[in-house]
């Protein structure tokens, strides 16, 4: 309809596109849980009714995104068996324990969820409604854990014996626990606390830009940035971890995100810069000794070229700017998150001036465009592999002449869920401003009761 018909490119599409805008909600679905729950255990902890209200608002919001991020799971489950049926005949039941494990989290976390919205002031003790919200946290980071050491599997798999196309005497447990299983999920999980503390705090940033200058907005912000300046140095640390195992297992992906052709010491990193037909490098930041710190730790690590490896097993070398937006973003989160909360503990500086609230509304989108850059480079980074080094994508994908029509379907279930989310949000919180809450519930600006 768009291109000349190919199935294995019209299923590459599909997926990416089903997996971008999954990933939203899934990555809202795993950070927003634990935010609720620093929010209330720091309303109880303090007597301060701000954070209480923060954990009631953030968990309505959150089950919107929820009911969304159901549909488009189910979507992936559906796509996985219609566009890639080869890839699931070989290797279904060896990720099947974890994606089952991950229907489990779910479901543990959704009637908790339900329990936790309904029990609002009903119990005498808030400590025991607390408690409610801990096997939700629990259950959205497990669910991360198991769908991300499936991804971890399809780059480094094992636990199984390869007979004629199927994978026989199937381990699953040493499937799920492979080499890309520690990296893969920590960085995962913390990326996505890391993303949810800068989205509910560029909501924060802009009701004060927009002059509500309330006293909740400004908890809200400290809160949110001290949670992500925690984060964003835990990603930076998994991040370095990220790339020793990258060196170690797919030395080809690292060399292809840095541009790197040669195999030699002493490698620098390089960051941005255009490639030319005869493959030199030219308006980049390089960066001495580098990429061969990021991988072995010293400078004279041996860093393996792209021109070792055969030209038909090379990722595109476009993934270079995938790594480079998320590296470069995650260094400004780190950096906005940090200044915020070194001026607001200085006191003497404002905080809260406009270009820092500016910037931390930046980090909300920014974030989540991280997200989707690291996503686009884990998985196009492993191409031509669907199962590295196993098979290709080429060959799990389907032969079906209807993707096409499967591809235009889901892009307008996908249009029409979007726009219907953000309008039930806006409407929500629009309809229903902090400050009107805080007026119904008697609370006054400084976080006290108004006396009867």
Not at 258 to 281: M, P, S, Y
Request: hydrophobic residues 50%; glycine residues 8%.
């Amino acid at each position: 309809m768009f291109l000349e018909y190919d199935p294995v490119l019209y299923s590459r599409i599909l997926t990416a596109l089903t997996l971008a805008f999954h990933v939203i909600f899934a990555t809202i679905g795993v950070g927003i849980p634990l935010m609720i729950a620093i929010a209330e255990w720091m309303g109880i902890k303090r007597n301060d009714p701000h954070y209480t209200l923060m954990a009631r608002r953030w968990a309505r919001g959150f089950v919107v995104t929820v009911a969304v991020g159901v549909v488009t799971g189910t979507a992936i489950g559906l796509q996985l068996s219609l566009l890639w049926p080869n890839f699931m005949q070989a290797a279904g039941h060896t990720i099947g324990l974890p994606m089952f494990m991950e229907t489990f989290a779910f479901f543990f976390e959704a009637i908790f969820l339900g329990i936790y919205l309904y029990t609002w002031d009903r119990f005498k003790s808030k400590l025991k409604h607390f408690l409610l919200v801990i096997p939700i946290v629990i259950g959205a980071t497990a669910s991360a854990f198991f769908i991300s050491t499936v991804n971890a599997f399809m780059n480094a798999p094992q636990g199984f014996e390869l007979v004629n196309g199927i994978l026989t005497d199937v381990s699953p447990l040493s499937a799920m626990f492979n080499p890309a299983t520690p990296t893969k999920i920590s960085h995962v999980i913390i990326t996505c606390y890391l993303t949810s503390s800068f989205i509910l705090g560029a909501i924060a940033a802009i009701n004060l830009l927009k002059g509500k200058n309330h006293v909740y907005h400004k908890k809200v912000l400290h809160l949110t940035m001290l949670s992500a300046a925690i984060f964003a140095i835990g990603t930076a640390v998994i991040g370095d971890l990220s790339g020793k195992y990258l060196h170690e297992y797919q030395p080809e992906k690292l060399a292809a995100a840095e541009w790197h052709f040669e195999t030699e010491r002493e490698a620098a990193l390089i960051l941005g810069g255009i490639l030319t037909e005869d493959n030199e490098v030219r308006g980049a930041i390089k960066i001495p000794y580098a990429l061969s710190i990021l991988a072995g730790g010293t400078p004279d690590t041996v860093v393996v070229g792209l021109n070792d490896f055969p030209e038909e097993e090379l990722p595109p070398l476009w993934i270079h700017y995938a790594f480079d937006v998320m590296v470069f973003i995650g260094m400004y989160l780190a950096a906005i998150s940090i200044l915020f909360v070194v001026m607001n503990w200085m006191k003497k500086w404002n905080a809260f001036n406009r270009p820092l609230l500016w910037a931390v509304f930046a980090g909300g989108p920014l974030s989540m465009l991280a997200i989707q850059s690291g996503w686009f480079f884990t998985e196009v980074g492993r191409q031509p592999w669907i199962l590295n080094q196993v098979m290709t994508v080429a060959e799990g994908a389907t032969t079906s002449q209807h993707v096409d029509i499967m591809l235009v379907v889901f892009a307008i279930l996908y249009l029409v869920l979007g726009v219907t989310c953000v309008k039930v949000l806006r409407r929500m919180f629009k309809n229903n401003p902090v400050e009107h809450e805080l007026e119904e519930r008697g609370i006054t600006h400084s976080g006290n009761r108004k006396a009867n």
